[in-house]
């Protein structure tokens, strides 16, 4: 039984040691992800969108999840943006604020920036890390109490 | 016939009506017997979401998969479906129906039905209710008043638990509750300044909800997660599974019987009683015939219809206890198209802890006094308030350390709230059985054609105009009203296809919920209704059934029946 956790613990060391690998996405299309969601939700006072593998979550769910339309717009909208990740990080900004204003008219299914940024703020506020280090999440608050001073540091419930 | 296959009594259905009556006649004594068409699903063993955190589901937690889509694409289009809850809903395209009009059927066929997921508001109704068809002249009259079905409501009431707050007002009754959950800082501005405005007459109060505030017979109280249709591993809401169906094994005279579908029932034209039912194994799609002295249909409307359309035979060649010709007919749902958003930029240093899993609520005004000249009825609305989440961030083209820094502290104060009418009894609105094509069972396919009629039109419009005013009475800003289309069955209170009346001509059940023609059949879910009140049905068909239980079993004591 000793030697049977001992040997679980080094395959779980094996396995978290060993590099994720994107199921959608090609590896370039995967470093202009995390180039994105970074720039999204960057690290403040809680971690970067990347370091709760927001991007690992967008390459699941967008082929799990979104409209065939969707799929496609996303896709071809991450493909438009294949050297993104070696800009510097203002003339990234200056991108990405450009991108989202020509694609804000758009239907939700023809804007790749709409998509983005709902898969984005899911895949990292519905995180653990997103949920309980930039929200504050409670799985059994224990009961509810309706009407509570603000405190002055108080992050917004999670769900 | 083999012994092991006759019992007391026999119940069809185990959700909110099935699980009653099955309490209610074990503990009377009977062996009896519950038929329930899905798999079982075991109080809190199997809720096998209850605790998971969004991060532990599928996607974290997204709505619906393009799978899910495909495989439930009615189902997965209502608020309560996601990757947490998906299991309790029936897969559409295993389960066909036929819609002569779009018809949003939402299903949970397993043990418990409905009740594992069901929205818990519990009122009761009142005379202005059972008065209505016979004073207005529409369709027939209620064979039943207030004071008939006051009692059982109370029994109910007593045994599921329920908390919330009496009105004070003649058309919502007083009811039996636990403390409600506090209001929050919004929704106490709103109640004073309603109060103010409109002195009594249209108050927000905490819902009446079958959630506990308190313990309750070693139940609950809420936990605050308000998640629900997850099933409660605290027991701390009304499901059959957790609260009517336990009561019923403790007294050793249930036989829960699950995947095991209803076909039709056997009538004897000797006795002139039906001595069984006929059930399809669900998995291995054998017949086999159960029998009992009495037989409670609480399979939900639509499903305990079908299977008195089912139920041929000379005596009754269009339907089981079908002489008037309304089986099948009268299908209503409420409606709820009529409401309003809006937005409160005060009370920013107040917020809540936990998740209420109830709403306020506005009782009826409409038609209570004076008579409206442009609809008959009303209709009373839920109201839900809080303060922005980072869902805020959505939809819009910001992004960066202050958007984050933004949009993870509590935002503004939004409302949104929608009218619940009462749908008036319509012939023409009706479910039938096809006459050639039938589902992997053998059992015919449902078809429902329903349509909302101009005096629902009429009042959907007033829903939006009233809550409108009433936000702007409050203080509220950035006020939107709607009055959007709804798809029938969506509100998931079908009703009204087996009307209960005083005339067999007009009518299939007679005032205690008994096949007019066919004394030992009962029917007690949301098929009975004769009118569809404003307020949510649960409770009405729970008190009706506990109610017919005790008649029935009288009746078989006297041997009546």
């Known amino acids: ?159 | 016939m083999a012994t092991s296959n006759k019992f007391d009594a026999i119940v069809v259905g185990s959700g909110m009506s099935g699980g009653w009556a099955a309490k209610e006649l074990t503990e009377k004594g009977l062996k009896t017997l519950v038929l329930e068409r899905g798999r079982n699903i075991r109080h809190i063993t199997d809720y096998t979401t209850a605790l998971q955190d969004p991060w532990q589901l599928p996607h974290n937690n997204r709505t619906s998969t393009i799978a899910d889509r495909a495989a439930q694409p009615i189902q997965s289009t209502l608020y309560l479906y996601d990757q947490s809850t998906k299991h309790h809903f029936v897969n559409d395209l295993q389960q066909p129906y036929e819609q002569a009009q779009p018809f949003s059927w939402y299903r949970g066929y397993q043990v418990g039905g409905r009740s594992l997921m069901w929205a818990r508001h519990v009122f009761r109704y009142s005379d202005l209710d059972f008065e209505a068809n016979a004073k207005e002249g529409v369709g027939i009259d209620w064979p039943i008043r207030y004071a008939d079905i006051q009692p059982w409501y109370e029994h109910v009431e007593r045994f599921i638990g329920a908390s919330g707050e009496n009105s004070g007002l003649a058309q919502l009754p007083a009811q039996i509750l636990q403390p409600p959950f506090e209001m929050n800082a919004l929704e106490k501005h709103i109640r004073g300044r309603m109060a103010a405005k409109f002195g009594g007459e249209r108050k927000l109060i905490c819902s009446a909800t079958a959630v506990l505030s308190r313990e309750h017979n070693g139940r609950g109280p809420c936990q605050g997660r308000n998640q629900c249709a997850r099933g409660c591993p605290f027991s701390a809401y009304f499901s059959s599974n957790g609260v009517t169906l336990p009561a019923a094994a403790a007294t050793g005279n249930l036989t829960l019987k699950p995947d095991s579908i209803a076909h039709s029932l056997i009538y004897d034209e000797g006795r002139k009683r039906v001595t069984g039912v006929r059930v399809v194994d669900a998995a291995t799609r054998t017949t086999t015939e159960y029998f009992a002295n009495v037989v409670f249909l609480c399979g939900s409307t639509l499903n305990s219809t079908a299977l008195m359309l089912n139920s041929k035979s000379s005596r009754f060649p269009n339907g089981l206890g079908n002489d008037s010709g309304e089986l099948g007919h009268n299908l209503m749902d409420h409606h709820n198209g009529g409401g309003a958003t809006a937005s409160y930029p005060g009370l920013s240093d107040r917020y809540y802890r936990g998740r209420r899993s109830t709403s306020m609520y506005i009782p009826r005004f409409r038609n209570v006094g004076k008579r409206e000249e442009k609809f008959m009825r009303g209709y009373g609305y839920e109201v839900y308030t809080n303060r922005g989440s980072w869902t805020r961030g959505i939809d819009n083209a910001d992004f960066g350390a202050d958007f984050k820094n933004e949009i993870t502290r509590p935002g503004e104060w939004s409302l949104y709230t929608e009218g619940y009418g009462e749908t008036l009894s319509n012939h023409e609105n009706r479910m039938w059985l096809s006459p050639d094509k039938t589902d992997s069972w053998g059992i015919p396919k449902i078809h429902v054609s329903m349509k909302y009629g101009d005096n629902e039109k009429a009042m959907a419009k007033q829903m939006m105009d009233d809550a409108v005013e009433m936000l702007q009475a409050a203080g509220l800003e950035n006020i939107q009203g709607f009055n959007r289309e709804v798809t029938p069955g969506s509100v998931i209170h079908e009703m009204g296809t087996a009307r209960m009346g005083r005339d067999p001509k007009t009518s299939v059940l007679n005032a205690h919920n008994q096949v007019h023609a066919v004394p030992n059949v009962f029917v007690t879910d949301g098929s009975c209704m004769v009118s569809s009140p404003t307020q949510n049905p649960s409770l009405t068909y729970m008190a009706l059934t506990a109610r017919a239980v005790n008649y029935a079993v009288g009746q078989l004591k006297r041997g009546e029946i």
């Open chain 1, 1 to 159: 039984m000793l030697m049977g956790h001992a040997a679980f613990g080094q395959v779980m060391t094996a396995f978290a040691a060993a590099p994720r690998k994107a199921t959608w996405f090609t590896d370039p299309e995967m470093a202009t992800l995390k180039a994105l969601v970074d720039l999204i939700l960057p690290a403040t006072d809680s971690p970067a969108a990347s370091a709760a593998d927001t991007h690992y979550f967008i390459d699941l769910a967008i082929p799990a999840c979104a409209s065939a339309d969707a799929q496609k717009t996303f896709r071809s909208g991450l493909a438009a943006m294949m050297r993104f990740a070696g800009l510097d990080p203002a003339e990234q900004v200056v991108q990405l604020k450009a991108r989202a204003a020509a694609d804000m008219p758009l239907a939700y299914d023809q804007s790749f920036f709409k998509i983005l940024k709902d898969y984005t703020l899911c895949g990292y506020f519905l995180s653990e890390i997103g949920a309980t280090r930039a929200l504050a999440y409670e799985r059994v608050p224990g009961g509810f109490q309706g009407d509570l001073p603000l405190a002055a540091n108080q992050k917004a419930w999670a769900i």
